[in-house]
């Protein structure tokens, strides 16, 4: 796990507004390497986790609860899916992870291009005692920050402020990622409202703020320079559950026949079952594969 990495909840404005800020350098870089992302695919999947990590922090009140945020865009990465857990656990996958677009501007990532303007943003929370909620809205820019905001408006009636950025340096190497999520709860005025979006407004990229060594709490205060109370501070990291015992689970839901010619047509020494969220291989010979099946019956 990451010494690096943590999510801080915090209040403001007599718990009239209540904000959220991270440092997810290191998932960001972990979803990297796993996945061996392009750069824009780098900061769309790493904006997507970072999206899902502060709306399961506004949202998960038990750490087994799970929320899935799911980007269907119609641009060349394909498909994007985040879960994160109650724990701050976080993985993904995506469906081209080479995809690739020019930059904007020198420095400015085309996570749009990539992404594609055009498709929608699901998130589904799974609450336990099997509560399931779902909300949906079609994708507002491509950039997922906007589009969480415009999500949490639009799906959850909760105006937000959304603002997630991932830094890939010269070297390709994921060097920021972080961010931050301001919800307003209501009963503010027309002066507190509009000074709050002026600051964010006004607020370097957080990307920026992260490469000058700011901490979470220290963009919050940027955000709330009369003040805030901070609420608890968790760490974030990548962990995908899959394990050799659930793939097994997975091999038996092919069922008895298509096992069976599995083993018996296999030439290479072992099935290969890749985890698309980790990229995690594992392998079954042919005598592990009757195993399974012979445990079964
Ligand atoms: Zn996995």
Redesign the pocket.
């Known amino acids: 796990m990451s010494d690096r990495d943590y999510m801080v909840r915090a209040t403001a404005l007599g718990e009239r507004v209540r904000a959220f800020a991270l440092d997810a350098t290191d998932v960001v870089a972990e979803l990297q390497a796993r996945h061996d992302t392009s750069a824009p695919v780098t900061a769309a999947l790493g904006r997507t986790a970072m999206g899902a990590l502060l709306l399961a922090a506004a949202s998960l009140k038990e750490e087994e609860q799970l929320l899935t945020a799911d980007v269907r865009g119609n641009g060349p990465v394909g498909r994007i899916v985040v879960t994160v857990n109650g724990r701050g656990e976080v993985?993904g996958l995506v469906g081209n992870p080479h995809a690739d677009a020019p930059d904007v501007r020198p420095g400015k990532l085309n996570v749009a291009g990539v992404v594609g303007t055009e498709g929608y943003l699901a998130v589904t929370r799974d609450l336990g005692m099997r509560e399931t909620y779902q909300g949906m809205v079609e994708l507002h820019s491509g950039e997922i920050g906007e589009d969480f905001a415009h999500y949490l408006l639009k799906s959850e009636q909760t105006p937000s402020g959304v603002g997630i950025g991932v830094f890939v340096d010269g070297a390709g190497r994921t060097a920021a990622a972080g961010g931050y999520m301001v919800q307003i709860l209501g009963g503010l005025d027309d002066n507190e409202l509009a000074a709050i979006e002026a600051r964010m407004a006004a607020l370097p990229h957080p990307t920026a703020l992260l490469l000058e060594g700011a901490t979470p709490e220290q963009i919050l205060e940027r955000i709330f320079p009369e003040g805030y109370t901070p609420g608890d501070r968790y760490p974030v990291s990548f962990k995908?559950?899959?394990s050799r015992e659930r793939f097994e689970g997975g091999i038996l839901s092919l069922g008895e026949a298509e096992i069976e010619r599995i083993i018996a047509e296999e030439t290479a020494p072992a099935t290969e079952v890749v985890?698309?969220?980790?990229?995690?291989k594992y392998h079954f010979a042919p005598h592990e594969m009757q195993a399974i099946l012979d445990a079964s019956r």
Request: aromatic share 10%; charged share 20%; with cysteine.
């Open positions: 993985r995908c559950p899959c985890c698309h969220f980790c990229n995690e």
